[in-house]
């Protein structure tokens, strides 16, 4: 059932609030990582899948001698409509 004005592009769609992120410096030997939220919206009607493709992350951290200098929290979920998530 569609409402009256309703489009299928709408249905569901994944908006990033910023599309370029500064992260702070952070000084080695830190007991506690650093979390940098990266803020994500469903601006559709209905829910959304999401899944972060890894495999860029993996090689950075590879080139790092296998340390992890970014990870992912969350790399899928769902997101509801109109609803913002934090990755």
């Known amino acids: 059932?569609?409402?009256?004005?309703?489009?299928l592009d709408r249905?569901?769609?994944?908006q990033l609030l910023k599309h370029?992120?500064?992260?702070?410096?952070?000084?080695?030997?830190?007991e506690k990582p650093v979390i940098y939220p990266?803020?994500?919206k469903n601006l559709g009607?209905?829910?959304?899948?999401?899944t972060i493709e890894?495999?860029?992350?993996?090689?950075?951290n590879q080139k790092?001698?296998?340390f992890r200098v970014f990870d992912?929290?969350?790399?899928?979920?769902e997101v509801r409509p109109g609803e913002t998530k934090h990755i």
């Open 54 to 60: 890894l495999r860029t992350l993996e090689k950075l």
């Open 1 to 7: 059932m569609r409402m009256e004005g309703e489009t």
């Open 72 to 77: 992912i929290l969350n790399p899928y979920g």
């Open 20 to 30: 370029t992120y500064d992260m702070p410096a952070v000084p080695i030997g830190m």
């Open 11 to 14: 249905r569901a769609c994944l």
């Open 45 to 50: 009607i209905t829910k959304l899948k999401y």
């Open 64 to 66: 790092n001698y296998d």
């Open 38 to 40: 990266i803020e994500i």
